[in-house]
């Protein structure tokens, strides 16, 4: 292990002047797709849900939820690409003179292993990404395909989630991981918000999707089990509401036990998925059919619904229940559940839930 010699020098860099944006110190810059206001259509949810909130998650905000879920005008900001020469990634953060980037969910290091030199890549991760496998399955792999576009796609070396690797595959991601490089250049990406160009790869990797599953098996309804997966947030009477999906002939997946083909035969074209609020309903993304419904089922205590950012920009529809706090965890009362589900089909034309 070396000392982190590009961190010292952005320090130094910092004393003697402001700190640079990436636009100041980029050598060309790209517009990919243009920023744009449009209007969302609010959340399908029964009347009071707002008022069961009692908390949030740490990275949000109630400005923004109430945003999301009410509908109404949204600025999605341009996606845009800019080039910049001699650059350093050093564990998550890339150096260049006065500019800093953080990639991924770490601290900056003191000593760092010795560099390789990378004649050029293309950034394909996010600080989210690197934590959240919903933002990964989200965010990262769609930009993973912007990148590929101008040079190689590079990423943070970190451990993998469980099911990148069948994303990858079945995606045709081809990215590199770097804990210590110097690049003669590098792409990086604003790319946060939904845009046409967001859009259009997220329709790519959809289509990848039914083109690699020959024979699907799909559902008119899924629940997606959560249990104790991933970060606490486990809905206690979890078994009661996959009872009354499996009622309605649904079928209850459990998305832990099984493969990325398995899983994606499983659920392709459902016109709903149902599970409890996190990454593991991101698969919804590229397995429900055109106009289908993500129902959200919501920890009265974690109140988030990043997934309608997803739904809106595919036209799909997001739907949410709020539950009640309970020892453990929480709980989703079964009467609220069937009456969202109903105001669900009301909303959206209809479809089968009864036996």
């Not at 009410?70 to 998550?92: F, K, Q």
């Amino acid at each position: 292990m070396i000392p982190n010699s590009p961190r010292i020098s952005y320090l130094f860099s910092r004393l003697l002047n402001k700190r640079k944006s990436i636009s100041a110190l980029g050598e060309k810059i790209w517009e990919l797709s243009p920023g744009y206001r449009e209007a969302t259509r609010p959340a399908i949810m029964l009347p009071g849900q707002l008022d069961l909130v009692t908390g949030l998650q740490e990275e949000t905000n109630i400005e923004l939820e109430h945003q999301r879920v009410l509908g109404g005008s949204v600025y999605h900001a341009p996606t845009r690409a800019t080039r910049i020469r001699r650059v350093a990634l050093r564990g998550a953060y890339l150096y260049h003179r006065s500019l800093k980037v953080q990639l991924g969910w770490a601290s900056e290091r003191a000593l760092v292993r010795p560099a390789c030199r990378i004649a050029k890549g293309a950034v394909a991760c996010t600080v989210s990404g690197s934590r959240y496998f919903g933002h990964w399955l989200t965010d990262d792999a769609s930009l993973a395909i912007l990148a590929a576009q101008f040079a190689p796609a590079i990423s943070i070396e970190r451990p993998k989630f469980y099911h990148q690797v069948g994303y990858e595959a079945l995606f045709d991601l081809r990215v590199s991981s770097y804990e210590s490089a110097d690049f003669d250049s590098i792409h990086v990406f604003e790319d946060f918000s939904q845009t046409e160009n967001k859009r259009v790869r997220y329709e790519l990797m959809r289509s990848r999707v039914r083109q690699e599953l020959q024979h699907p098996v799909g559902a008119e309804g899924v629940m997606l089990l959560r249990g104790r997966t991933g970060i606490s947030r486990v809905l206690q009477n979890e078994a009661e509401i996959a009872e009354l999906c499996s009622c309605f002939g649904w079928r209850v997946l459990d998305p832990a036990a099984m493969s990325i083909p398995e899983l994606l035969e499983q659920m392709l074209d459902a016109r709903i998925v149902i599970g409890v609020e996190g990454s593991h309903l991101a698969h919804a993304v590229y397995a429900l059919r055109g106009g289908g419904v993500i129902f959200a089922l919501q920890p009265p205590y974690r109140f988030n619904n990043v997934l309608k950012n997803y739904a809106d920009c595919l036209g799909f529809h997001y739907a949410l229940v709020v539950g009640e706090s309970v020892p453990g965890g929480f709980r989703i009362c079964p009467d609220s559940f069937e009456r969202t589900l109903d105001l669900i089909s009301r909303r959206t034309n209809g479809f089968r839930h009864s036996d």
